[in-house]
């Protein structure tokens, strides 16, 4: 049967390494050490668990829920530095690292997402899109 590292089972549910490895320590998916001292969850156990994730499940021990999936590849965590809210449009940069990534979305999006300077967001860029979640 196949088997995943931490780091692989992570990719797969849309997860940090980090949050993988606090449920595995909570006893919420079974891990096992291979012969390099490894931990290594069974196919069979992520499938599982994947699922309980996708039925909205994810919350970690913080009851913070985890970003849910999307096909947007490439994502960069960081912080609003500006919103400029117009009628109906609203533009929001994000200073992710040394990138700044500026999006344009509708005005109700924003305020749906709280978004306004100094809130934790990532930008998900996919083609010539952006997409803002709020972890």
Request: aromatic fraction near 4%; glycine fraction near 12%.
């Amino acid at each position: 049967m196949q088997s995943y590292t931490i780091g692989q089972a992570a990719r797969l549910l849309g997860v940090s390494p980090d949050t993988a490895r606090r449920w595995a320590d909570a006893g919420r998916v079974a891990t096992h050490r291979d012969e390099s001292g490894r931990r290594l969850i069974d196919g069979r156990d992520l499938a599982a668990f994947s699922i309980e994730i996708g039925q909205g499940g994810g919350a970690d021990e913080n009851g913070e829920a985890e970003a849910s999936y999307t096909s947007a590849r490439n994502a960069f965590p960081g912080i609003v530095t500006a919103v400029k809210l117009g009628d109906v449009a609203a533009q929001v940069e994000i200073q992710a690292g040394p990138h700044r990534l500026v999006s344009l979305l509708t005005r109700e999006a924003v305020e749906e997402l709280g978004l306004e300077v100094g809130v934790r967001a990532t930008a998900r860029v996919k083609s010539t899109s952006v997409h803002i979640d709020c972890p």
